[in-house]
């Protein structure tokens, strides 16, 4: 063989492995998050309205990332969307999240980012004869994202428990149907509907206790003796080990847009009126987020609480030492719970 085709077959093989080494390490330029309803999801409005991610991956060297948001009811769709590709970063409730560190730890391995915030759930009725959760018959309906798998579901169940007693946690499952929040409130102040309780979250829980007739019968702070997240952010260990520049200005921007909650409420509050197209006056979403009770934060808190009491009443199998267990290892440095 001549010199020169030594060097020709060379090149050729060194052109395929620079080719197939850029491939390998090229990072997707399409990223889908998703969000559901409601100013739980005020951190994503606000990286969705400034535009963050695409500016932090732009800064990063990764050139023009299109960026999609998606809005899902609940948790279980945006789950299926994570387990199927379709969706990189959910935002939902610590049950759901939960459930899908479970079910993905020996393939997709989904953990969470960060916390996103941590705010009361109310259980609020307009039957003025129940007062408590033994009031309830089965002339009532309790509406919630979802039936036995949603965090309000689950939160339910804890109080049921504390209620009437250890073995009956699943007491009150046969009242509940699954309602978007939205459609849960407006099934709750409608005389018409047989539902005539709702277990959601901000805004809509306080909105209704606006309506004279809407008590509250359970506040989640108060089932577990501490605050909770309602929200935390998760995707793939997968994607992650894939896309760390994409990933880590995920992260910049998630950072971003808590940081600036945290410190412009009156904008963050006029981001998510224009964002979720709500008509709620600025002045009542302004009120929500300078509740003391209310906090935008990326610290974990009462995950262990939820977890536990999924894993001892068999709705998870695996049971993690710890949170930072179920948590991306950026979010270690924090003192979690």
């Not at 149907?177 to 805004?203: K, Q, W, Y």
């Not at 929200?231 to 910049?252: G, H, M, Q, S």
């Not at 974990?300 to 179920?326: A, N, R």
């Given at each position: 063989?001549?010199?020169?085709?030594?060097?020709?077959?060379?090149?050729?093989?060194a052109?395929?492995?620079?080719?197939?080494?850029?491939r390998?390490?090229?990072?997707v330029?399409?990223?889908s998050?998703?969000?559901?309803?409601?100013?739980?999801s005020?951190?994503?409005m606000?990286?969705?309205?400034?535009?963050?991610?695409?500016?932090?991956?732009a800064?990063?060297g990764?050139?023009?990332?299109?960026?999609?948001?998606?809005?899902?009811?609940?948790?279980?769709?945006?789950?299926?969307?994570?387990?199927?590709?379709?969706?990189?970063?959910?935002?939902?409730?610590?049950a759901p999240?939960?459930t899908?560190?479970?079910?993905?730890?020996?393939n997709?391995?989904v953990?969470a980012?960060y916390?996103?915030?941590?705010?009361?759930?109310l259980?609020?009725?307009?039957?003025?004869?129940?007062?408590?959760l033994?009031?309830?018959?089965?002339?009532?309906?309790?509406?919630?994202?979802?039936v036995k798998?949603?965090?309000?579901?689950v939160i339910?169940?804890?109080?049921?428990?504390?209620?009437?007693?250890?073995?009956?946690?699943?007491?009150?499952?046969?009242?509940?149907?699954?309602?978007?929040?939205?459609?849960?409130?407006?099934?709750?102040?409608?005389?018409?509907?047989?539902?005539?309780?709702?277990?959601t979250?901000?805004?809509?829980?306080?909105?209704?206790?606006e309506?004279?007739?809407?008590?509250?019968?359970?506040?989640?702070?108060?089932?577990?003796?501490?605050?909770?997240?309602?929200?935390?952010?998760?995707?793939?260990?997968?994607?992650?080990?894939?896309?760390?520049?994409?990933y880590?200005?995920?992260?910049?921007?998630?950072?971003?847009?808590?940081?600036?909650?945290?410190?412009?409420?009156?904008?963050?509050?006029?981001?998510y009126?224009?964002?979720?197209?709500?008509?709620?006056?600025v002045?009542?979403?302004?009120?929500?987020?300078?509740n003391?009770?209310?906090?935008?934060?990326?610290?974990?808190?009462?995950t262990?609480?939820i977890?536990?009491?999924?894993?001892?009443?068999g709705?998870?199998?695996?049971?993690?030492?710890?949170?930072q267990?179920?948590?991306?290892?950026?979010?270690?440095?924090?003192?979690?719970?």
């Amino acid at each position: 063989m001549t010199r020169n085709r030594i060097t020709f077959r060379l090149f050729c093989v060194a052109t395929l492995l620079f080719g197939l080494a850029a491939r390998a390490s090229a990072e997707v330029h399409e990223v889908s998050l998703a969000q559901q309803f409601g100013i739980g999801s005020l951190t994503f409005m606000v990286m969705e309205d400034q535009k963050l991610l695409e500016k932090q991956a732009a800064a990063a060297g990764l050139g023009e990332v299109k960026v999609n948001w998606v809005r899902f009811p609940g948790g279980a769709a945006m789950n299926d969307a994570i387990i199927s590709g379709d969706l990189q970063f959910a935002l939902g409730g610590v049950a759901p999240f939960a459930t899908l560190w479970s079910k993905t730890r020996s393939n997709l391995g989904v953990k969470a980012v960060y916390a996103v915030n941590s705010m009361p759930m109310l259980l609020n009725t307009r039957n003025p004869q129940v007062k408590t959760l033994k009031d309830f018959t089965d002339k009532d309906k309790i509406a919630l994202p979802g039936v036995k798998v949603s965090i309000q579901a689950v939160i339910l169940q804890m109080a049921a428990g504390q209620a009437f007693g250890p073995g009956h946690e699943h007491e009150l499952d046969r009242l509940t149907v699954t309602r978007s929040h939205a459609d849960g409130m407006a099934a709750l102040l409608s005389n018409a509907s047989e539902i005539d309780s709702h277990f959601t979250s901000p805004p809509y829980s306080y909105e209704e206790l606006e309506h004279p007739g809407i008590h509250t019968v359970l506040n989640s702070y108060d089932v577990l003796g501490s605050p909770l997240n309602l929200n935390v952010i998760y995707t793939t260990t997968r994607f992650r080990d894939a896309n760390p520049k994409i990933y880590a200005a995920c992260l910049r921007a998630f950072e971003q847009a808590t940081a600036f909650i945290q410190n412009n409420k009156k904008a963050a509050a006029e981001i998510y009126l224009k964002v979720s197209k709500d008509k709620t006056p600025v002045e009542e979403v302004l009120k929500i987020l300078d509740n003391p009770q209310v906090s935008f934060t990326l610290t974990p808190q009462g995950t262990m609480k939820i977890v536990d009491f999924m894993y001892s009443s068999g709705m998870l199998k695996v049971k993690p030492p710890s949170w930072q267990e179920m948590y991306m290892p950026e979010a270690h440095r924090l003192p979690g719970g």
